[in-house]
């Protein structure tokens, strides 16, 4: 694979694919269901996801990364009707995810969530477990889990010592064949959440992706438009966060969109456009694209961690860090 190498990002698309049922209800899902009877299914539109959707396969992208919270309840029926939602975005080896808190929302689902997503939720090797790494040409993606049951009320995530310390190796792997990391993520790592929605080790994992220079971290959870910061020796890398994909906007509330992820290298290193792609009731609104100048794999020089082509007031909110 040579030249551009396009990803689309998108996260958090809630998809109504069913709802608890006598026992199901006694857990955290209760709470959940209250929410989304609520307030939740009155913001959720398939409308919009559908419009979503058409547009990245419009796009034909090498790569389609989910970051998570595909589904409400964490139930087998969402799983089951969520693995043929999969399969309509697109074919495994071209769509990779990873899991968020609502897959996570009562205890013990994760070998049932595994089972039913299979290859979505795993690397080359086909093997469950997290990280998971897939190889896009130059680049290597790698795959975190934060989702763990959490006590009501709360939406933490947390990566767990187990699985850092495979992440340490693996990152520190892929930083000595001077590949490109590109990190997938449920939760963002950097402080940017409040407390009780926070990746519980997040300063580990930052420091861990800090250690090992990975290039780009793509993240959910927030149902916004982020932008905060890893400081590593090689250079800052963005750790960016999309809306949700199927969000009606509202105030202050981001509506349903899409990252497009152009990333490209040449002698001076690597390089990434984004363009946010919003679905509204007039169709796909593109918004100026970002560029940035990423970090250098491992026996690169660092770079200049950004160059920005939009305005600092049109940053996306909630920016962690100082703008350009």
């Known amino acids: 694979?040579?030249?551009?190498?396009?990803?689309?990002?998108?996260?958090?698309?809630?998809?109504?694919?069913?709802?608890?049922?006598?026992?199901?209800?006694?857990?955290?899902?209760?709470?959940?269901?209250?929410?989304?009877?609520?307030?939740?299914?009155?913001?959720?539109?398939?409308?919009?996801c559908r419009m979503i959707v058409d547009d990245i396969h419009a796009r034909s992208p090498d790569l389609i990364a989910m970051t998570g919270d595909l589904v409400n309840f964490a139930l087998e029926e969402e799983f089951r009707r969520g693995r043929d939602w999969l399969e309509r975005l697109g074919p495994p080896e071209r769509v990779a995810a990873v899991p968020g808190n609502h897959e996570a929302l009562a205890p013990g689902m994760a070998d049932r969530l595994a089972t039913a997503w299979g290859p979505y939720l795993a690397g080359d090797d086909g093997q469950p477990g997290f990280p998971w790494r897939r190889e896009l040409g130059p680049i290597t993606v790698v795959g975190i889990s934060t989702a763990v049951a959490t006590p009501p009320f709360f939406a933490t995530g947390t990566v767990g010592p187990a699985q850092l310390a495979r992440l340490d190796a693996m990152l520190g792997a892929i930083a000595a064949e001077g590949r490109f990391a590109l990190v997938l993520i449920h939760h963002p790592p950097t402080p940017i959440t409040v407390w009780r929605k926070r990746l519980t080790d997040g300063p580990a994992v930052c420091a861990c992706i800090a250690r090992h220079g990975a290039g780009l971290v793509l993240h959910g959870h927030t149902h916004k438009p982020e932008l905060s910061w890893i400081d590593s020796p090689a250079g800052?890398?963005?750790?960016?966060?999309?809306?949700?994909?199927?969000?009606?906007?509202?105030?202050?509330?981001?509506?349903?969109?899409?990252?497009?992820?152009?990333?490209?290298?040449?002698?001076?290193?690597?390089?990434?456009?984004?363009?946010?792609?919003?679905?509204?009731?007039?169709?796909?609104?593109?918004?100026?694209?970002?560029?940035?100048?990423?970090?250098?794999?491992?026996?690169?020089?660092?770079?200049?961690?950004?160059?920005?082509?939009?305005?600092?007031?049109?940053?996306?909110?909630?920016?962690?860090?100082?703008?350009?």
Do not use: Y
Not at 241 to 265: E, H, I, N, T, Y
């Open 1 to 48: 694979m040579d030249g551009e190498i396009v990803v689309a990002h998108l996260t958090d698309p809630h998809l109504d694919l069913g709802s608890p049922r006598g026992a199901e209800f006694l857990s955290k899902r209760a709470l959940s269901w209250l929410n989304w009877k609520r307030k939740r299914r009155r913001i959720q539109s398939p409308a919009l």
């Open 236 to 324: 800052r890398i963005p750790v960016l966060g999309a809306p949700s994909a199927s969000w009606k906007p509202g105030p202050k509330r981001d509506g349903a969109a899409w990252r497009c992820l152009r990333l490209s290298a040449d002698a001076r290193g690597w390089r990434l456009t984004m363009e946010e792609r919003a679905a509204t009731e007039d169709g796909i609104v593109a918004r100026t694209p970002l560029e940035f100048v990423l970090p250098a794999p491992a026996g690169r020089d660092a770079r200049a961690p950004l160059v920005s082509a939009e305005p600092a007031d049109r940053m996306p909110r909630n920016a962690a860090g100082p703008r350009p």
